[in-house]
């Protein structure tokens, strides 16, 4: 009778233990989850512009976003563009209002279509830059950075005549950037 009443006692000593260490590990495994559906901070993604080619006076580029390694966020459908420099050449969105929210993790990347005129207006200015506002400051780790991203303008001058001083912009695209 005594070693059926150790058999039993070892058993439910064995069960309690197996079960406290598996309810150990799912809570740290919940624990080190981040979310995959937070906003990309400027510190969870490298942002660069990339040219895209030339073609009957038009130019094109993309604003793109990749995201680090161990990262995962989502950027949403458009984001806020600023030029530093050229205040005669404007940015306007052709992307919808509800353009889908795109996620990156990883090293993959999504980009910002950008389009322009650049034929030879006696009007032309060169921005010095191209801002971007990240849409989150603090990533689920907590780590903290300035929305603001600033890109050097590489690609020469736009046109600033009124009838085309417009750098159009699109929704963010899932992806990486279109080249030539």
Not at 35 to 60: E, N
Not at 118 to 140: D, Y
């Amino acid at each position: 009778m005594t070693t059926r009443k150790n058999i039993r006692r070892s058993a439910v000593v064995l069960l309690v233990a197996g079960a406290a260490a598996g309810f150990t590990v799912s809570a740290a495994g919940t624990a080190a989850a981040m979310p995959t559906d937070f906003d990309c901070t400027s510190g969870q993604v490298t942002s660069q512009l990339v040219y895209g080619g030339a073609g009957a006076g038009g130019r094109d580029a993309a604003i793109q976003f990749t995201a680090k390694q161990g990262e995962t966020c989502t950027l949403p459908g458009t984001l806020p563009l600023d030029l530093v420099g050229a205040h005669d050449v404007v940015l306007s969105s052709d992307a919808a209002p509800d353009a889908p929210r795109v996620e990156i993790s990883d090293g993959s990347s999504a980009y910002i279509p950008l389009h322009w005129s650049a034929i030879g207006s006696p009007q032309q200015e060169t921005p010095l830059a191209i801002t971007v506002t990240a849409p989150q400051e603090t990533s689920p780790r907590g780590d903290t950075s300035d929305p603001r991203i600033t890109l050097p303008w590489d690609f020469g001058a736009v046109n600033a005549a009124p009838e085309s001083h417009t750098i159009r912009t699109g929704a963010v695209t899932a992806g990486t950037a279109p080249t030539v």
